[in-house]
């Protein structure tokens, strides 16, 4: 079991920036794949982000590429998203995700385990 709890959201202007962390509670976090992903009313969750165990791999959402970045930092079993540029269509509740398996993968049913998500609002 691995438990997960986002921080960070908030609301914030367009053009803003937000950094979200999310903290994993197994010590063995630096194995396992991690994610973003996130949910707007009325629309399905899609990926916003992976990372590999190392990180030196990640992948990205075609809408955040160039203003968002995922991190982790396995001596600390975080994960972040630093999100630069902020846009109105980028609010969402953002979830972070372990994938047990390998690689940075873009999928929902490659994760494991989730958390409870965090909000991020972005208005003027």
């Known amino acids: 079991q691995v438990q997960l709890v986002e921080s960070g959201g908030g609301l914030v202007q367009p053009g803003e920036s937000l950094r979200l962390s999310c903290a994993a509670s197994?010590?063995?976090?630096?194995?396992?794949?991690m994610g973003w992903f996130r949910q707007a009313p009325g629309k399905e969750r899609e990926v916003v982000a992976a990372?590999?165990?190392?990180?030196?791999?990640?992948s990205y959402a075609d809408s955040v590429k160039g203003r968002f970045t995922i991190t982790r930092d396995n001596a600390q079993n975080m994960v972040n998203l630093q999100m630069n540029g902020l846009k109105p269509e980028d609010a969402a509740v953002y979830y972070c995700?372990?994938?047990?398996?390998?690689?940075?993968?873009?999928?929902?049913?490659?994760?494991?385990?989730w958390g409870q998500g965090t909000q991020v609002t972005v208005s003027s």
């Open positions: 990372i590999n165990w190392s990180g030196g791999r990640t």
């Open positions: 197994r010590r063995t976090f630096s194995t396992y794949a």
């Open positions: 995700a372990v994938a047990l398996g390998g690689g940075a993968p873009v999928g929902q049913s490659e994760y494991d385990y």
